[in-house]
């Protein structure tokens, strides 16, 4: 069984410019999450997309969003990228409802000069 | 503050040493406990977690984990670390119900093995 995918894997943006981040889950899973990993900050969370909706969101600025499509694959977008947004970006899925297990996908490293 | 604390940010241990990587949560109510592994330039690989049930939970690659309730703890062990084990650990919480399935981290150990 395919676990979750993310593309690109790395990326090299400068500053101000916009970016997409794709993110497949694993079959049979309508939760998608998106996690930020960056250096001293830790990882912290973006948000949660079930079922094509947004159910939670982390505390991030509104220029960090995304979407969830009917095939449950999901995209983040980041407008006007700032050289703070160096990271790695991981997407993670779950089966939906009330908490179930997360599978991590490698992630997306993002370099912004 | 709600929070998830690993004191330990870097461990050296050497192959075949026991390993004791350290977890305290700061929350009213009991959450989903788990540790987490990432290999350099790897995601995230769950080890082990806790919902309930027995205090002592067992993992993948010999690893294990006890819940303390009254110290707030969830400390992750392995009786003999190998070579392979070099890896940032992370241990995360989930609050069913108030945070919306989501995940909160500490801030990771970060293990070296020494031959």
């Known amino acids: 069984e395919a676990g979750v995918t993310q593309s690109p894997t790395h990326l090299i943006k400068t500053r101000g410019q916009q970016v997409t981040l794709r993110c497949s889950p694993i079959?049979?899973?309508?939760?998608v999450y998106w996690y930020q990993q960056a250096l001293g900050l830790g990882l912290q969370f973006l948000l949660w997309?079930?079922?094509?909706?947004?159910?939670n969101r982390g505390n991030f600025p509104p220029r960090f969003s995304g979407r969830q499509f009917p095939n449950y694959s999901s995209e983040l977008n980041v407008n006007a990228l700032e050289l703070e947004d160096s990271a790695l970006y991981l997407c993670?899925?779950?089966?939906?409802?009330?908490?179930?297990?997360?599978?991590f996908g490698p992630g997306t490293r993002l370099t912004v000069l | 503050a709600q929070s998830v604390t690993q004191p330990d940010i870097h461990i050296t241990v050497s192959e075949g040493a026991s390993l004791e990587l350290r977890c305290n949560y700061s929350?009213?109510?009991?959450?989903?406990l788990f540790w987490y592994v990432q290999s350099p330039g790897q995601g995230l690989q769950l080890l082990l977690k806790?919902?309930?049930?027995?205090?002592l939970v067992q993992g993948i690659k010999g690893f294990e984990a006890e819940f303390k309730r009254s110290q707030s703890s969830f400390n992750l062990r392995k009786p003999s670390v190998h070579w392979s084990d070099a890896a940032e650990y992370f241990c995360?919480?989930?609050?069913?119900?108030?945070?919306?399935?989501?995940?909160?981290f500490g801030g990771g150990t970060r293990v070296l093995v020494k031959p």
């Open positions: 929350y009213g109510a009991t959450p989903y």
């Open positions: 995360a919480v989930v609050l069913i119900k108030a945070a919306g399935n989501k995940l909160t």
């Open positions: 997309y079930d079922e094509g909706e947004e159910r």
């Open positions: 806790y919902f309930s049930g027995d205090t």
């Open positions: 993670a899925s779950s089966l939906g409802g009330v908490y179930n297990e997360q599978f």
């Open positions: 079959s049979g899973h309508t939760s």
